[in-house]
């Protein structure tokens, strides 16, 4: 379908009806609408996004509610940001956010947001290549808004900013230069790039909270050109700067590796958490945590992992380990390892003792660890294939007699 006629040439676009379909209920609602950022860019680059990014000059809640009620969707308003996101049945997004000015009182921090027409809207975004609007409210619908030039550097493969503060009033933005050049293929514009290194010398990524380090390492996690982002961020000192982090060359070729043998993003991510110098109060996940502390103490294990003869030893061994960290290390450790490790993740983190702790509570024994030791030494018997699952209740009998567990 082609669209856009006002925008000098046709767009081609995968979801008019559902565009139009929301312009209809924007202008319903009393507001011009128009698709913003990233899909209007991937648009023109004919490239396909699954989100819809819509902005609103008005009334963003009523218009979020409305879309939802309309397109079966699950609609959710964020107050603070003014935002409303409305998720369909195949789980993709569509955000409803409120046309807005930012000022920054400081670097690095987040901006104060003040409602504004979309003109100026566009001028608080990131890049070029970003900051069109294509409007969808009936009789405008296609029109191309584009004040920077955005088409212009879509044509010449170019991430540049759009005024010379850009990169200290919100360094994140470092991080999305580095993603969207590698992503697309694209250079950074010299001048910009200039202008990045300046910021990152001057060590203006170090403002940045954790959290929102992360966010954007995460956001790396999911690129398809994931680790040629981590080596531009590695060449450009950016982490070094932020996180006092610069991955060492064993770690990339480890990262390779993971990424070869599998696109999972949370996997990339926790090894890169595994690498970094102290992760001890970031806002992550406790399996994130566990799994990163599990991947740098490997080694610690390593030496008895590959001299383990009986399958009850691999299996206390690697027990303790988060599966997450398992996975990884399955796919980046040398062969013997790996196998040692599929093996626990196959068959033996699944079998399980027959008999059953209520069934030891019949026999007459009461809790307490005594319980758990039993049970325990019932599971490797049957994992080193000592007793049958028959002979299992007679063990547990005589365990239970016996003084010392
Ligand atoms: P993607 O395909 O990765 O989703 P995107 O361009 O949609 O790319 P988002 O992070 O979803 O990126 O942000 C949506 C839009 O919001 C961007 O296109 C940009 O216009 C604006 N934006 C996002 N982050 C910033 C930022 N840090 N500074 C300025 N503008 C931003
Ligand atoms: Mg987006």
Avoid at 31 to 49: E, Q
Avoid at 291 to 300: E, T
Wanted: proline share 6%.
């Amino acid at each position: 379908m082609s669209i856009g006629a006002k925008a000098g040439k046709g767009i081609r676009c995968h979801n008019e009806a559902l565009l139009r379909l929301l312009g209809k209920i924007a202008h319903q609602c009393g507001t011009r609408a128009f698709l913003v950022g990233g899909p209007v860019r991937d648009m023109l680059l004919d490239r396909f996004g699954p989100d819809i990014d819509i902005a609103v000059e008005s009334k963003a809640q009523t218009v979020g509610k409305e879309i939802g009620r309309r397109v079966h969707g699950r609609f959710v308003f964020h107050s603070r940001f003014l935002t409303a996101t409305v998720t369909l049945p195949d789980s993709s997004h569509i955000d409803i956010t409120q046309t807005r000015t930012e000022t920054y009182s400081r670097p690095a921090v987040l901006p104060r947001v003040k409602p504004a027409p979309i003109e100026q809207d566009l001028f608080r975004r990131d890049f070029t290549i970003n900051a069109m609007a294509l409007e969808i409210t009936p009789f405008r619908f296609g029109y191309l808004l584009d004040p920077c030039s955005g088409q212009q550097d879509l044509k010449y493969k170019l991430v540049r900013i759009l005024h010379p503060k850009s990169f200290i009033d919100d360094p994140t933005r470092i991080f999305r230069a580095i993603r969207f050049a590698i992503r697309l293929g694209f250079g950074i514009e010299p001048q910009t790039l200039k202008l990045m290194r300046q910021s990152i010398k001057s060590s203006y990524p170090s403002l940045l909270t954790a959290e929102r380090i992360l966010y954007e390492l995460r956001l790396i996690s999911s690129e398809t050109r994931r680790l040629q982002m981590i080596e531009a961020i590695k060449r450009e000192k950016l982490t070094r700067t932020c996180l006092d982090w610069s991955p060492p060359s064993h770690f990339l070729s480890k990262l390779k590796l993971l990424s070869s043998r599998t696109r999972n993003p949370e996997l990339f991510f926790i090894l890169i958490l595994s690498n970094l110098p102290d992760t001890g109060n970031f806002p992550i996940t406790k399996q994130e945590r566990e799994s990163a502390r599990a991947i740098n103490r490997f080694h610690l294990i390593h030496s008895r992992l590959m001299r383990a003869k009986r399958l009850s030893t691999i299996y206390r061994l690697l027990h303790p380990i988060p599966e997450p960290a398992l996975q990884i290390l399955s796919r980046i450790e040398p062969r013997a390892v790996a196998r040692a490790i599929n093996l626990y993740l196959n068959r033996l983190s699944s079998i399980r003792p027959t008999v059953t702790g209520r069934e030891l509570r019949k026999l007459g024994l009461m809790p307490g660890p005594k319980y758990q030791r039993i049970l325990d030494r019932l599971l490797y018997a049957r994992l080193d294939g000592l007793i049958s699952k028959e002979k299992e209740y007679n063990m547990a009998r005589r365990l239970i007699r016996q003084k010392k567990v």
